[in-house]
């Protein structure tokens, strides 16, 4: 089968190579010159416009984008009057699926499909393949399905869910048909919302794990806080690599992030130069305001996704809202920032 | 009614004040000769130690503790000996209401009754009154009555609750015994746990006000963060200072915090030399821990608490263990502090 | 000065009986003719449709939609065409902010002034007046100054913040230009988030209180849960209708919240009839997708929407998910509901 | 190596029967019979009580408790005086950390070593073997080698952390001395903690993919809630049962846990039978408890607990408290539950 991929940086190749490897056909494009020769070192047909791309492949065709979610628009219209009725065009990349509601609406006045294909896997896809969530009309999807179990890890050692048995179904060979157009995207957002969530759990209980020694360092404490009230239950002085590494094995909570946190504390014990102001991309917002659209609480995705705000110090202003309030209970005296105690030691709420 | 007073700090002394005021005799002591001098000068009886306040009351006595929390324990010890079967002990500092309920069948056994009285007023206590939430046994505090009274801050303008007629009950006159020792020391850590509450919700919120104008700033924001999406929503330049102003008035939000915040923020608009870091006292904390033990759920106060941890970098070790996790989603290089996205502007997740 | 007022509900008959008592000249109309009547008989003019309601109304009019936000845009369309350059539209229904932004772009393309109010108070706002958030271009604002600062609280027997003096600002007597169109709207929908805060703030407050008799019931608890670890320490059986009316006196969380919550708790001690299943209007999810979209951290905020969520059982699919997840853990058989301890009594994690 | 176990539940003759299988020697004890006779039958050396099991034993001795927590005080507190200076007593059940360092401290004045052992594995740890979180003084912890390396998993299959070569540390096989005593269960404990965690991000995630037909059913929605404002978008029907198999292969949140979620939405995807009330042990407790005390901020975690607890309806008072304030909103008439908005359809706040 023939597939046209634009946008070769790490994921687009990666996918590309996936598919050359498979004794499919990419006729690939990117805005770099460079990139598209490596990829046709690997066999790929290089072309340099779309134009170009759209001529090289016979119709009925799938066209592949890999391009950051900020640019799909403009490709997408770009490209739209080129193609023909019965022609398939995919966004690989992160955008938000009220883009797919929209731009599959419009494509399919022109009859062309448009397929949403959330994509995880991150550097380790090309060996592992990537988890495809796949979104749009089931005949365009069905098309693309030699393509998609391409793509996807395959089944792999991973045991087999009880009470499945037979051929494998697509979701276990790392593939689904999630729904009409934007429901892959849609997958994909919550699943990264999903992410955040975990990830916040391990830093939490990692940091208290971090600070089980608090009974020893006390003396260290200013007055500014309330004081260890029983500091002979934190004397622990625990090492957080070993930990996470332990927790691999036979636990619980064993999971691929966990295994990227072992490695990371392994790395670095101490987590020397790491700043920890936490970015977010877009897929943990959409997710709580999805949740909120439709009435379903999530605290837990939504704490993560403020803690990483608070990281970067957007909580600033709340918190010296806060200490204002602080010091009108003290008596309207200015302190010093960082010691709002009255001078007895005694709060006066 | 006589009353030993031992603590003559702000509240301490202002207490002793009301209670002089009313025409009641108040026997006081201090560590600080001075403190004790300057409230004989306003009819107060002074004294040397907790030997001559004892000498100086007649049985059965009622003492009242106004010390840090800290140091409640220590005094009570040594009172104790000095004291006579039927005499009260009150403690109306900040003391975890745990130790009023070991403190109280101790002294039980002694004869001696023990009130712990929630104390809530600040600054303003001395002209406003002071709320007091008493608990212990009920003929001791009966036997208070006439100085909790006093105390507190009387029915005062403050419009009467519908359904309420004839006389004022003492919840209404701003004091109530509300059950059995620790009761009162119980319903003030909840106070000031919905208090951390009602904090977080105003400084939440000013926050998201003092940074609607986040579409005008837009451009500075760096690649590190997702981009603002629809930044003809957040064009708003609102003065905070004005807006809290405002809802003192007929909103449905109006509360003395409110009040708080609008004095602040009018002697500070920009809330110069406050550095965001929140100190807190006992009480949140307790009140989180009480509600884990009794299944309670308690979002919103642990939210409030949690905040004020942030504030003070404790969620600094977790902020790095999430950063080093992207990290590793990045293909296991090392990347600057602050720059965690990949070369592409593209993440892999 | 002359007002239209379209809409004749609690509050839209209301803010015109404010407006006709200081002298002020009102056209009403509703699609009640009863509503118009009723209004007639206290001095407005009534009248029958649109088109008579700006025919009666000299130019440049000021009209006042006080209709339910689903209706205003129907409404807004309809006036559109009646009116002139110069004219002001008010729109004090409870709108998401982004359709003023919208409306406002697309009437001032017509000459017409957009004006956006949140408009606080509830059923109060007779005789109490309403806290008015405005939003909309200085000179139409200051136009309508004489309406607003009649329909407004006034200063009241509010104590003054300290700092301010001579003339009363228009937030001192209880209305606000906050802003460019949409700015009255976005105020205001933060002060009902952080009214979800504060309400919330005093409920889980309250619950602990109700449940701090945890002790004394214990024996009641079934094996499904953590046993309750020491029960010497919630023996209290507190009356939360007494501390809620206590808490108004003197304390630092008295708020007009507090007075409704005593009030509600005086008619009502159990609770009798309340399912709890608690509504939400768009104003709180709109602050929750507004931090989220400009990266404001609101733990609390969110948390407190959430638990409304989660009173309604939205939670209910995710619980189930949970207990799914437990069965597994207890190998793979399949428990009664409510039953999801091994047979001994152990959980297997 | 010889080991006394007391207790016989699954895991107490699990971790039997790896020691068994690896040649070591095991004289277990059990209140039931039948359970010692089975583990004879396995190769155990029976007893019938503790002093017997002390006098198969000869010293220095090492036995392990594998008993529900409330148990093991007495156990220990029987055991003690049977027991020998040098002598290991282990205890491997859910312990709270605090009653190991406080236990921990009696028994060393004995000369008896006390070491704690958080153990997870669940039913699959016969063949899986335990993660073992070791806590004690490290003379006892090192006498023990030989029998935490033959319970715990070894280093299996799973592909080593970057960066670690050589022999396999304990923590790669699956045990760790974490340090002093209660450091076990301390970081058995912080492991439950984010096991919550990790459970309710997919809880959560999974009810958005759920509800993601709200614009649907909207034409369900009462009028008591917001409605949907833009449906177009939540017209997904998605089968989680096959997304959660999908995210198996290849994706950033693969782990146990979704392994477990996978099987059970498989085995019955509309989680039938199942009633959402979810319970908690004491570790997810303990957890947010030593936070608190240490200042570490736990907002996930915490969030996690307390849905739990809401699951069980522990949130209905605070829900009623709300519902009550609202009907104040409302103008003090009595609504029937579950409709609280005003007769126009509008609310008053």
């Known amino acids: 089968m023939q597939l046209g991929m634009i946008g070769l940086g790490r994921m687009g190749a990666n996918i590309s190579r996936r598919i050359l490897r498979a004794g ?7 805005v770099s010159p460079d990139s598209v020769a490596a990829l046709v070192a690997e066999g790929a047909t290089g072309v340099d416009d779309l134009e170009a791309l759209v001529a090289a492949l016979p119709a009925p065709r799938a066209i592949w984008l890999m391009i950051p979610a900020g640019l799909t628009g403009g490709v997408v219209d770009g490209l739209a009057p080129l193609l023909e009725p019965g022609d398939i065009l995919i966004d690989g990349g992160n955008s938000n699926y009220r883009d797919d509601v929209r731009r599959a609406a419009r494509l399919a006045e022109k009859g062309i499909h448009y397929v949403d294909v959330g994509t ?10 990537y988890c495809l969530m796949v979104g749009g009309p089931a005949k365009a999807v069905e098309r693309l399905d030699p393509l998609l179990r391409t793509i996807a890890p395959g089944a792999g050692e991973i045991p087999r869910t009880p009470g499945r ?5 697509p979701e276990e060979l790392g593939y689904l048909h999630c729904g009409a157009s934007g429901a892959g995207h849609f997958v994909k957002m919550v699943h990264n919302g999903i992410e955040y969530g975990i990830m916040a759990a391990f830093a939490e209980g990692l940091n208290i794990l971090e600070n089980a020694d608090a009974g020893i360092r006390e003396a260290e404490h200013s007055a500014e806080v309330a004081p260890l009230e029983e500091p002979e239950f934190y004397r622990f002085d625990i090492d957080t690599a070993k930990v996470s590494e332990l927790w691999r094995r036979g636990s619980v909570i064993s999971s691929w992030l966990l295994d990227l946190t072992a490695a990371a504390l392994h790395a670095n014990p101490a987590l020397d130069g790491l700043a920890g102001r936490v970015s977010d991309s877009g897929e943990g ?3 709580v305001k999805a949740a909120v659209d439709i009435g379903v ?6 704490a993560s996704l403020f803690e990483r705000f608070a990281s ?3 909580d600033r202003f709340a918190n ?4 204002a309030m602080r010091q009108q209970f003290g008596g309207h005296q200015e302190l010093p920032a960082g010691d709002v105690l009255e001078a007895g030691g005694r709060r006066a709420e």
């Not at 048995?165 to 179904?169: E, R, S, T």
């Not at 010296?320 to 200490?323: E, P």
């Open 120 to 129: 995880s896997g991150g550097v380790f896809g090309l060996e592992r393949g």
């Open 320 to 323: 010296q809202v806060l200490s």
């Open 24 to 30: 499919h056909e990419c006729v690939a494009y990117d």
């Open 285 to 287: 917002r959409w997710t």
């Open 165 to 169: 048995d037979g051929a494998f179904a």
């Open 297 to 302: 609480p999530v605290p837990v995705l939504a």
């Open 312 to 314: 970067r110090d957007e």
